[in-house]
């Protein structure tokens, strides 16, 4: 008896090639110009390809500006997504833009700004959108470089992003951050699709999948590295409508019934909840830390009022063995916005930003690398603050 192979989700086809330290994204990818049309015109012969990423990942601006080739932005991030188009024929596959690192760093390890963050991925993807392309995927990046670059492609009306982090066996990426967290961060910005890879064991994908299904509202995707076992492959096909994968040659040539289009022009359609029935709400809600995922109730218990003076690190240091659900951070001056910002390393619970100001709730919220908390006590109108749960997944309580 044959084995129900199951669905076949679409496949995005990663184009990017390995660009060793120190050389130059330039060389690597104007010279594999052929190599790289030719993988596509082939590997686009499988019907459940349905788009292809161009090699955009080390042309952003900061990596360009390594090599003395920041003039050279719109160049070379416009060659690459003509090197993907002109070798496809079908033209419903759609054609994209991969996003990686920015080579900036915030505190504690680094010294950049958020803000410095979010204008290097603006620039890229500004372009990149000016050549064409119709959707980003952001991989291979910390979270806050892959925060930033949504924050970008929102800042100027690039809603299309699937966001893929690479994870160990526990869920966790480099940083520590946990699959759930980032998931729940993600998806409440309002991403097309979140997925996850497993460099080391990528049967482990399955696993975390699995465990991230029940909190999905967006497709979940997984990136499948060459030399991945076919029975993964099909394991992950089960969970995921979408994989991204380097190398489609062990896929079996069936089409997809995923229509990709419609999956990256979709406005995601996110569970929301009843504010009048918060007191009585029995499900709880999934805020997020930088690192980890934290199931509170709207009810949840707040701290003392936190300022963000220049003892900021010692009150946070101070509260944490307080029995609190959340951190209560008061924000009244963009010195405040400076001061939270550098230090929201430090909070191992979510917090909960209080401040009668927009403009300041805004730009704390772009700042925090979580998913934030606002005490609607405060006096900030429900426009506002509508908007702003559905860009930056503010949770009102």
Same mark, same amino acid.
């Given at each position: 008896?044959?084995? =129900?192979?199951?669905?076949?989700?679409?496949?995005?086809?990663?184009?990017?090639?390995?660009?060793?330290?120190?050389?130059?994204?330039?060389?690597?990818?104007?010279?594999?110009?052929?190599?790289?049309?030719?993988?596509?015109?082939?590997?686009?012969?499988?019907?459940?390809?349905?788009?292809?990423?161009?090699?955009?990942? /080390?042309?952003?601006?900061?990596?360009?500006?390594?090599?003395?080739?920041?003039?050279?932005?719109?160049?070379?991030?416009?060659?690459?997504?003509?090197?993907?188009?002109?070798?496809?024929?079908?033209?419903?596959?759609?054609?994209?833009?991969?996003?990686?690192?920015?080579?900036?760093?915030?505190?504690?390890?680094?010294?950049?700004?958020?803000?410095?963050?979010?204008?290097?991925?603006?620039?890229? !993807?500004?372009?990149?959108?000016?050549?064409?392309?119709?959707?980003?995927?952001?991989?291979?990046?910390?979270?806050?470089?892959?925060?930033?670059?949504?924050?970008?492609?929102? =800042?100027?009306?690039?809603?299309?992003?699937?966001?893929?982090?690479?994870?160990?066996?526990?869920?966790?990426?480099?940083?520590?951050?946990?699959?759930?967290?980032?998931?729940?961060?993600?998806?409440?910005?309002?991403?097309?699709?979140?997925?996850?890879?497993?460099?080391?064991?990528?049967?482990?994908?399955?696993?975390?999948?699995?465990?991230?299904?029940?909190?999905?509202?967006?497709?979940?995707?997984?990136?499948?590295?060459?030399?991945?076992?076919?029975?993964? !492959?099909?394991?992950?096909?089960?969970?995921?409508?979408?994989?991204?994968?380097?190398?489609?040659?062990?896929?079996?040539?069936?089409?997809?019934?995923?229509?990709?289009?419609?999956?990256?022009?979709?406005?995601?359609?996110?569970?929301?909840? &009843?504010? &009048?029935?918060?007191?009585?709400?029995?499900?709880?809600?999934?805020? /997020?830390?930088?690192?980890?995922?934290?199931? !509170?109730?709207?009810?949840?218990?707040?701290?003392?009022?936190? +300022?963000?003076?220049?003892?900021?690190?010692?009150?946070?240091?101070?509260?944490? =063995?307080?029995?609190?659900?959340?951190?209560?951070?008061?924000?009244?001056?963009?010195?405040?916005?400076?001061?939270?910002?550098?230090?929201?390393?430090?909070?191992?619970?979510?917090?909960? !930003?209080?401040?009668?100001?927009?403009?300041?709730?805004?730009?704390?919220?772009?700042?925090?690398?979580? +998913?934030?908390?606002?005490?609607?006590?405060? &006096?900030?109108?429900?426009?506002?603050?509508?908007?702003?749960?559905?860009?930056?997944?503010?949770?009102?309580?």
């Amino acid at each position: 008896m044959n084995s =129900d192979p199951g669905p076949t989700p679409a496949i995005i086809l990663v184009t990017d090639p390995q660009i060793p330290q120190g050389v130059s994204p330039k060389s690597v990818i104007l010279e594999n110009r052929e190599r790289g049309a030719q993988l596509v015109a082939v590997s686009c012969k499988n019907p459940a390809v349905r788009a292809v990423c161009a090699p955009t990942a /080390a042309m952003n601006v900061e990596i360009l500006r390594e090599f003395s080739l920041q003039n050279e932005l719109h160049e070379l991030n416009a060659a690459a997504i003509g090197i993907a188009r002109s070798a496809i024929s079908d033209k419903s596959i759609c054609v994209g833009a991969t996003i990686g690192p920015c080579g900036l760093e915030l505190p504690p390890e680094g010294d950049d700004e958020v803000e410095t963050m979010i204008d290097a991925y603006r620039a890229q !993807i500004r372009v990149l959108m000016g050549a064409g392309a119709e959707f980003f995927l952001i991989m291979n990046v910390s979270l806050p470089e892959a925060r930033a670059a949504v924050i970008a492609s929102d =800042d100027i009306g690039a809603k299309q992003c699937i966001v893929i982090f690479d994870m160990d066996d526990d869920g966790k990426d480099e940083d520590d951050v946990d699959a759930l967290s980032a998931l729940s961060m993600f998806q409440s910005m309002g991403i097309a699709a979140f997925g996850i890879s497993c460099r080391e064991r990528p049967e482990a994908a399955v696993e975390i999948l699995e465990e991230l299904s029940p909190h999905a509202q967006i497709p979940l995707a997984a990136l499948v590295f060459r030399g991945t076992d076919k029975d993964t !492959i099909s394991r992950l096909s089960k969970i995921c409508p979408i994989l991204a994968m380097y190398d489609v040659s062990e896929m079996p040539n069936n089409k997809t019934n995923v229509d990709f289009k419609e999956v990256i022009s979709s406005e995601p359609q996110l569970e929301e909840s &009843d504010e &009048d029935d918060n007191e009585d709400a029995d499900e709880p809600i999934v805020a /997020a830390t930088a690192r980890e995922a934290h199931f !509170i109730y709207p009810f949840v218990d707040l701290s003392e009022e936190i +300022r963000c003076s220049e003892n900021l690190p010692e009150d946070i240091l101070e509260a944490e =063995d307080e029995p609190f659900g959340a951190y209560r951070v008061v924000i009244e001056t963009e010195e405040d916005v400076a001061a939270f910002s550098d230090n929201q390393y430090m909070f191992d619970r979510p917090v909960c !930003i209080c401040t009668d100001n927009p403009e300041l709730l805004e730009a704390a919220l772009r700042e925090y690398n979580g +998913r934030a908390l606002f005490d609607n006590t405060y &006096d900030i109108d429900d426009e506002t603050l509508s908007y702003f749960e559905k860009r930056y997944g503010l949770i009102r309580l």
